[in-house]
């Protein structure tokens, strides 16, 4: 069984910054495309940021220039720095790893981020 487990969440300062980690249990992650996600209060989950495995990565708009996601293949590990953080990018972040051809797509618990203005 795949562990994804989140952490680097908490209380920031809007301006201020935050740097998510996500450690995946077994080896697959180096074989594994990853993805950041969010959901905020009443809303739908949103994708943020996903990274391949060969480190090519995009962001949603409302991050661009704030997030940076990065992967770490020998730790098992992805991480999404935040910098510059608004009230609005209050969320549940979530980590997630699949493989393109759908043979797997796990989840982490989340991971709680709160902006204060």
């Known amino acids: 069984q795949v562990q994804l487990v989140e952490s680097g969440g908490g209380l920031v300062q809007a301006g201020g910054s935050l740097r998510l980690s996500c450690a995946a249990s077994?080896?697959?992650?180096?074989?594994?495309?990853m993805r950041w996600y969010r959901q905020a209060p009443g809303k739908q989950r949103e994708l943020v940021a996903p990274?391949?495995?060969?480190?090519?990565?995009n962001y949603v708009d409302s991050v661009k220039g704030r997030f940076t996601i990065s992967r770490d293949n020998a730790k098992n590990t992805v991480y999404l720095q935040m910098n510059s953080l608004k009230p609005e990018d209050t969320a549940v972040y979530y980590c997630?790893?699949?493989?393109?051809?759908?043979?797997?797509?796990?989840w982490g618990q989340g991971t709680q981020v709160t902006v204060s203005s």
């Open positions: 990274i391949t495995t060969g480190g090519s990565r």
């Open positions: 077994r080896t697959i992650f180096s074989i594994s495309a």
């Open positions: 997630n790893a699949y493989s393109a051809d759908g043979a797997w797509d796990y």
